[in-house]
């Protein structure tokens, strides 16, 4: 056989695959290109790419989910038009602004009372340090990530899944896609050297990562901002590094994994407080006009 017809016949039958599969196309191919992003940190070799392997890590799943799109045709107009939403209703500009606000300050409280001195001072100005950071980590983390996982992968899972099991599973992949910071940050460990303290921090950090979720999934299917969901995630690394008003010791030291459980324990009441709230349903409405168009153009992928 021609060796031109049978890479044809290749690249069909890889197209026909991923085209069945677009969401598990899409992890794959999300992992792969930060992982292999993350590797020569990981392994210490990062000097010589000048932190652009890095750069690459974070955009994986931005980078992934364009490709899917081009790969089996899928409208990437549509897509793009998603990420620069910004015409929502204020409230929920508020709310994708306050929700990270609200969880770091309800932890910082309940540390506080469990005797741990909170340090007003490191406070951030709200206008010359927690605006810059917020704005600078959104076109980050934000646009690095979130056009993959809530931009091509929520609505494909949810019209599968629905919301609670969506958010259940984008949330268990978003997570194990953090895993190999833990061994590019040194502070990742906090300073614990126990390998079982240290896998129950990597596990509540998971947790964590997944009950996140829900409050993208809640803002997103009322939204369909792509936009937001950069903001939200620029927001709870903004409040990570602004609003834990504690010493340093306390914060990148073992005492954080008392921190990180009261942080879990917030997040989990809160997210069953969501979910009773809106019946599980978490906003999802098939029928809104704009969830319609989304749909019909990820049906075409």
Do not use: C
């Amino acid at each position: 056989m021609d060796d031109d017809v049978l890479n044809a016949m290749t690249r069909r039958s890889v197209r026909e695959r991923v085209g069945r599969h677009p969401v598990a196309a899409f992890f794959v191919l999300a992992y792969a290109i930060s992982w292999l992003g993350f590797l020569p940190s990981v392994l210490g070799v990062d000097e010589e790419f000048g932190g652009l392997n890095l750069f690459v890590a974070q955009f994986g799943p931005a980078i992934a989910g364009l490709l899917v799109l081009r790969y089996t045709g899928g409208s990437i107009r549509e897509w793009a038009s998603r990420i620069v939403r910004w015409r929502v209703p204020l409230r929920w500009w508020l709310a994708t602004l306050a929700i990270p606000i609200v969880v770091f300050g309800t932890t910082s409280v309940g540390f506080a009372l469990l005797g741990y001195q909170p340090e007003l001072s490191r406070l951030p100005d709200p206008l010359t340090t927690f605006l810059p950071t917020l704005i600078g980590l959104s076109l980050l983390a934000g646009l690095g990530e979130e056009p993959g996982w809530r931009g091509l992968a929520l609505p494909r899972l949810q019209a599968r899944y629905g919301p609670l099991g969506a958010t259940l599973l984008l949330g268990g992949v978003w997570a194990t896609w953090h895993l190999p910071v833990f061994w590019v940050d040194p502070r990742s460990s906090h300073g614990i050297t126990d390998p079982i303290v240290l896998v129950g921090l990597v596990l509540l950090t998971a947790i964590g990562i997944v009950l996140y979720s829900f409050f993208y999934t809640w803002i997103y299917n009322h939204t369909g901002s792509v936009l937001l969901m950069m903001l939200l995630h620029g927001g709870f690394n903004t409040a990570t590094v602004h609003l834990m008003p504690f010493a340093d010791e306390i914060v990148f030291g073992p005492t954080y994994t008392t921190l990180l459980t009261l942080q879990v324990s917030v997040l989990l009441v809160a997210v069953v407080v969501l979910v009773a709230v809106t019946r599980g349903r978490l906003g999802y409405d098939a029928d809104r006009k704009w969830r319609r168009a989304t749909e019909e153009s990820v049906s075409t992928a």
